[in-house]
Structure formats: structure tokens, C-alpha cells
């Protein structure tokens, strides 16, 4: 058998089978915020379809798969309706996202993540620095507070939850010369705080619970992002704080401030700094940062 | 009531699944062996989502303090009501105060224990399946563990087959040391050259002993990628691309050196170029192999793994009506 195992959409995605359950489409190799968001517009348009055999809409980055059943739904009749989708959302222009704003207040460069970072060197690009040294070095800042200003300056954008759930890769809303960019570890740590707030490629996450993970540690959420059993504000309609499209804001704060957060968290009394925007992804273009100035602006003190 | 005396080696409660949430980042668990799991539950006559539990390589020792019909089906393994030996694959009745031991397997890695009318822990998001690095699911978010008292549930579907009900041995999956799993070529296959993609489907991996519920991971001959530039996002490594999503039963091989079997409680995405997917009949296989069995992989269409699935189902369906259900139906 030498065919391809592709198709191809008619803005040129890659269309390919996963087994029998699983469709994948792939837009293209290089990680791209336009095309990023509208794969966040075909996927909730194909969701609203509600089409009877789908079982999960799932998307990525720079790609998107689908889950189905195929005793409803042969995979290869819902290649047409995904054309039809790629062509009625051609123009990344066009893309408007109904979200909304998060602030994650972090303790950056605490002590539980640069202890953690320092027992694992034997599989970092870096024996002696911390993650953030590391970071702010690679990235060209001088110091680890230009490091830390230049993170917390304009919001992230969700484009890819995975890993666990409330875990999510997001992208900073800056021009791309501006992203701040860090390789991941050789290896990946055991250990790894839970709220911890890291950086790996273009992306940052938090991690929702403590484990495995291989992104650099830039400090620590006062916050969970995660509450498996809704019991906790903020957490009423759903198990985790930011979905696909969220926007969230880090907000820089000391020692202090995070050990008051803390308790109020676990007192239950913590109200989420959260709000309903419109995400335009045409002005984002135009003036990307005074764009971000003015989302970040939703979420100010 | 059903207690745990002792608890085998990684005991979990399953059932078929909880699927449709991959966009929140939860892989849909379940039993790995779906079609040991349905017969299980057929044997006793439970709904196939009945939860069952899921022994991998040792089974635990219960304590039932009710009468109860109980079935083991997957790989076969000693199966001791008090100190009577008995069949896997077979309806068997255990009386109150009388316990039942699941020894270690003699094929396959993994055993389905069903009571009649399935374990009734609390379900979450509409399964009992245990996600253990979510802690959610079972009774505790863990394996059993010994003490725990297993609550049963009212999830039949018909009358219990008499005891003796057996699965006729031709329907059942042929458990070795040497396997052929069928994959669909696709995802990022483009990333891999030519030679590396011939030699995948014609060498012979083993499966390595850091082979879990997320994932087995097999040891063979490395490959390699197409040439490029890295792009953005990606990373630096070749096998490395923007992160996606990862179906289940997705393959991908980190720096071209172990190909990783992602099973049902995989990470949902990462940045690791999946070169296809093992067909959904053939993920029951994976999730009975152990280390060092023989794998080989076998390219098919979507078309021949359509058919397969149909024919998996027509299995099922057979296995139904050798157990005389279908005219109580």
C-alpha cells in the first residue's frame, strides 16, 4: 500500500483517520495564534452541529480531532461537513470569540518551585540556574524581573487543554517576536508542585495537581485551576477555571500576598477576578498591544 | 457487601468507559479488555456498563457476606471459591461467607471479575471507571485495597445464566506471546521517512515492563524523521511537533527510539509525532500483552478496520446468543 493516508480540506488542512473512532485534522506544522483561533471557531460551530454519533470534539493548537462512534457516524461522510466548516470560517479575520478573562495572582521565583527545579539539573540544559534564570537568559532579559513583567504584561489566550484535566496550554497575546520561547527538559521531573505556573515552548500552563511534568517553573498560583467536585466558588458550572479561548492575566504578587490568598482559597472565600469579553481577533492583529492593554484593563484592581 | 481480604496486585474498578471528555483534558479509562468486560458481565447477566474488576497479573482475594453469581473472563487464571478450583469464562455461584481468590494469570496480563449486578461505587461524570492520576473514579480514586468493602448494584439486564455458563472457547480472544495489532497509518505519519515507515510494519517490537493503563511502551529498531526546520512551537527535537491531540491508541515514538501504545488512560495531547492508531478491536490485545511479548504491527485501511469492528461486534453479538440470552430478551 503506498497512498496517503491524507486528504485535504479546501484551505489545506491535512484530514487523516485515527483507528476506527477518530478523526484528525492538522492545519498546518508551525504554531500560529490566527489559525489557533479559528480552529477554536470551526470546533464550537461543528459542537453547536450537535451531530448525532459524536462523541468528542477536542481542540489543539494547530490541529483538532474528533472522537465518534462509528455505528452512527461513518468517519469519511463527516469529511464534507468539516470542508463545509473550513470554508464558512476561511477568513481567520473574521473571528470573534465570545470568552472570558481570568487574573491568576502568582508568586513568581517562590521557594517550593525553585527548590523543586534544583533537584532535577541532571535533566535540565542548565546545572546551576533555576527555571526562571534559565528562562530570562535564553530569552535575552537581564534580569529575572524584566522576565517577570514582560510575562505578566498582557494576557495568555487557551488554545490547547490537555494533559489533565485544568491543565492549559496557552499563548501570550504579544506580537511573536515578543513570545517568550524555552525548550522543555531533556527529561521530564517526577515531581512537580501543584499551581505551579511554567513555561515550554510558546506556551505556559499551571499545573492543576502535583506529578510529572517538563515545563520550565516560573513560580506559583495563590489558586487552583482545577475542582473535580465543583464544591468550591467558582466552580459551579464547571470543573475547571479556563477553557479553550480563556484569557487569563498573571498578577506579579510577594509572599505575603500569596500565603493571604491561600487561606482565603481553602476558606472557600476567594472570589475569582473574572469577567465576560469578546476576543476580535481582527483588532489583536491591528494593534496587538494596545489590544492587550485594554483587555487587561477588564481585570484591573 | 463484598470485602476485600487482600487486594492483588493492581485491582481496579472498570466499566466501559467515560467518554466524550478529551476538550477538558480527561482520557476516557475503562477496562483495557472491553470485550473480556462485556462477557464478564454477560456471564452473570449484568448490563455490559456494569462495572466489573479489572486484575492485572494478580487477583484479590473477597469475601462475600450475600450469595452472589461471579464470572472471570480475559486472561485465564486459577479462580478458588473457598479451596475449590474453577474455570475462567464460566458463571459461578459463591455463597455467603464464602470467598473468592483470583490467582496469577497464565495468559494474557489482565482478568475481569463480574458479581451480578456490578460494583456500585459512586459513579463520576457517568462512570465508576478508576482514573488513578486523576484520583476520580472506584472507591477512592486507587486501586482496592484491603478492607474495602465493594458495594453491589442492581445493573442486570436479564437472568443470570445457571452456574456452569461458559463462553464457547472459539469466541473467546486468543491470548499468546505474539501479536499482531492492526493499525490505520495517519496523524503526523508524514513526519516519519520512508525506510523508518517500512521498517515499522516489518519488524518485531517487544513490550517493555514500563507498560501501563497509559501506555506500553515497546523496545525495536529506532527510526527516523523527514528533515526540517523546526517550526514554531514545536520544539527542537524531531520527533517533536506543535502539541495535539492524542487519540487512544495512537502510537508515537520519542526521538524515534520506544513507540509508546497510548491505552485508555493516556495524557490526552502532547508534542510527540503519532505515526497512526491501533484499530478499537485490536486495543483489547494490547491491554492483555506483558513484557516480553512480540508485537508487530499489520497497515490497514479505515475500510478493513470498519469491518473488523463489525465483525468484533457480530463476536459479541455470538457470544450472546451461545449464552441462550437472546430469547430473554
Known amino acids: 500500500m503506498t497512498s496517503t493516508p491524507y486528504q485535504f480540506l479546501c484551505d489545506e488542512s491535512r484530514v487523516s483517520f485515527g483507528g476506527d473512532e477518530f478523526v484528525f485534522v492538522e492545519f498546518g506544522e508551525a504554531m500560529d495564534l490566527a489559525e489557533a483561533l479559528r480552529i477554536q471557531a470551526i470546533t464550537a460551530a461543528l459542537t453547536r452541529m450537535a451531530i448525532a454519533g459524536i462523541v468528542d470534539v477536542a481542540p489543539a493548537n494547530a490541529s483538532y480531532m474528533i472522537r465518534l462512534d462509528p455505528e452512527h457516524l461513518d468517519p469519511r461522510h463527516l469529511v464534507q461537513t468539516l470542508d463545509g466548516l473550513h470554508k464558512q470560517f476561511a477568513d481567520s479575520f473574521a473571528v470573534t470569540l465570545d470568552t472570558d478573562i481570568v487574573e491568576i495572582p502568582v508568586w513568581y521565583d517562590d521557594p517550593s518551585t525553585s527548590e523543586t527545579c534544583m533537584k532535577f539539573r541532571d535533566r535540565h540544559q542548565s546545572p546551576s540556574e533555576t527555571d526562571i534564570q534559565y528562562t530570562a537568559r535564553v530569552n535575552d532579559y537581564s534580569s529575572v524581573d524584566e522576565l517577570i513583567s514582560a510575562h505578566s504584561s498582557a494576557p495568555f489566550i487557551v488554545t490547547f487543554p490537555c494533559f489533565k484535566p485544568g491543565n492549559t496550554e496557552s499563548m501570550q497575546l504579544v506580537p511573536r517576536d515578543r513570545q517568550i520561547q524555552t525548550p522543555k527538559y531533556l527529561r521530564p521531573r517526577t515531581e512537580t508542585p501543584a499551581r505551579a505556573v511554567a513555561h515550554g515552548g510558546a506556551f505556559t500552563v499551571i499545573y492543576p495537581t502535583s506529578g510529572v511534568g517538563g515545563y520550565q517553573l516560573l513560580g506559583r498560583s495563590a489558586v487552583p485551576v482545577v475542582d473535580l467536585t465543583q464544591t468550591t466558588p467558582g466552580y459551579e458550572k464547571s470543573m475547571v477555571l479556563t477553557k479553550s479561548s480563556s484569557l487569563i492575566q498573571f498578577r506579579p504578587i510577594h509572599g505575603d500576598q500569596y500565603r493571604d490568598i491561600r487561606v482565603s482559597s481553602k476558606m472557600g472565600t476567594y472570589q475569582y477576578n473574572r469577567h465576560p469579553v469578546t476576543f476580535v481577533l481582527s483588532r489583536f492583529l491591528d494593534d496587538p498591544i494596545g489590544y492587550a492593554e485594554e483587555l487587561k484593563e477588564v481585570v484591573r484592581w | ?329
Not at chain 2, 240 to 259: K, T
Request: charged content about 20%.
Open chain 2, 1 to 329: 457487601m463484598v470485602t476485600v481480604q487482600y487486594a492483588g496486585a493492581h485491582t481496579l474498578v472498570q466499566d466501559l468507559g467515560r467518554d466524550g471528555h478529551y476538550a477538558i483534558g480527561l482520557p476516557p479509562s475503562g477496562a483495557l479488555d472491553q470485550f473480556s468486560h462485556r462477557c464478564a458481565n454477560l456471564l452473570v447477566g449484568n448490563h455490559s456498563a456494569a462495572a466489573t474488576l479489572e486484575v492485572t497479573m494478580v487477583g484479590p482475594k473477597l469475601r462475600f457476606d450475600a450469595p452472589a453469581c461471579v464470572a472471570v473472563a480475559g486472561g485465564d487464571a486459577p479462580v478458588w471459591i473457598d479451596d475449590v478450583l474453577h474455570d475462567t469464562w464460566m458463571t459461578l455461584y459463591v455463597e455467603s461467607g464464602q470467598t473468592l481468590t483470583v490467582g496469577t494469570l497464565r495468559t494474557g496480563c489482565r482478568a475481569y471479575i463480574a458479581i451480578r449486578g456490578g460494583i456500585d461505587s459512586p459513579p463520576f461524570l457517568g462512570s465508576r471507571s478508576t482514573y488513578v492520576s486523576s484520583a476520580i473514579g472506584g472507591l477512592h480514586g486507587t486501586p482496592i485495597v484491603i478492607g474495602d468493602h465493594l458495594p453491589i448494584g442492581t445493573e442486570m439486564a436479564h437472568d443470570c445464566p445457571g452456574p456452569g455458563s461458559t463462553v464457547d472457547d472459539r469466541l473467546r480472544p486468543t491470548l499468546s506471546c505474539h501479536y499482531q495489532i492492526r493499525v490505520v497509518e495517519g496523524l503526523c505519519h508524514y513526519r516519519f521517512d520512508e525506510n523508518s515507515i517500512e521498517r515499522f510494519f516489518t519488524s518485531t517490537f517487544t513490550v517493555s515492563p514500563v507498560s501501563d493503563r497509559t501506555g506500553y511502551r515497546l523496545s525495536g529498531p529506532s527510526l527516523t524523521f523527514v528533515e526540517r526546520e523546526p517550526p514554531f512551537g514545536a520544539g527542537d527535537n524531531p520527533s517533536n511537533v506543535v502539541d495535539l491531540g492524542y487519540p487512544m491508541g495512537s502510537i508515537q515514538i520519542p526521538n524515534g527510539e520506544e513507540p509508546i501504545c497510548l491505552l485508555r488512560d493516556a495524557v490526552t495531547g502532547g508534542g510527540y509525532a503519532p505515526i497512526g492508531t491501533i484499530i478499537n478491536c485490536d486495543l483489547d490485545l494490547v491491554g492483555q500483552m506483558k513484557a516480553p511479548d512480540a508485537i508487530q504491527f499489520v497497515r490497514v485501511t479505515l475500510s478493513d478496520a470498519l469491518s473488523a469492528r463489525k465483525r468484533q461486534n457480530q463476536r459479541m453479538q455470538d457470544v450472546k446468543f451461545g449464552l441462550k440470552l437472546l430469547s430473554l430478551f
